[in-house]
């Protein structure tokens, strides 16, 4: 049974840090390309960042770029997006997808919200 479980979201201040981690079972994940998605309120689910199975490349997109990172670790089983600079319109829940060609799975999310 494979299993994507996220963690770190929290409460931020504008301008503060936080870093995801999601941790992957029951699948062989160094082929997985991942992905962090978030969903806001009222709004699509969209991509945040995705990394190829090696870790070789990255794609962020437009507005996260220059603030967030993705990175893996595959001897972890364990993607991460590191984000700094955090804004009110990062509020979201963030949700972490494995791919393999039409194959996806999905994390439960977890609840990122930048507030003063």
């Known amino acids: 049974q494979v299993q994507l479980v996220e963690s770190g979201g929290g409460l931020v201040q504008p301008g503060g840090s936080l870093k995801l981690s999601c941790a992957a079972s029951?699948?062989?994940?160094?082929?997985?390309?991942m992905s962090w998605y978030r969903q806001a309120p009222g709004k699509e689910r969209e991509l945040v960042a995705d990394?190829?199975?090696?870790?070789?490349?990255?794609n962020y997109a437009d507005s996260v770029k220059g603030r967030f990172t993705i990175s893996r670790d595959n001897a972890r089983n364990t993607v991460y997006l590191q984000m700094n600079s955090l804004k009110p319109e990062d509020t979201a829940v963030y949700y972490c997808?494995?791919?393999?060609?039409?194959?996806?799975?999905w994390g439960q999310g977890t609840q990122v919200t930048v507030s003063s």
């Open positions: 990394i190829t199975s090696a870790g070789g490349s990255t």
């Open positions: 029951g699948l062989f994940f160094s082929v997985y390309a």
């Open positions: 997808n494995a791919r393999l060609v039409s194959r996806h799975y």
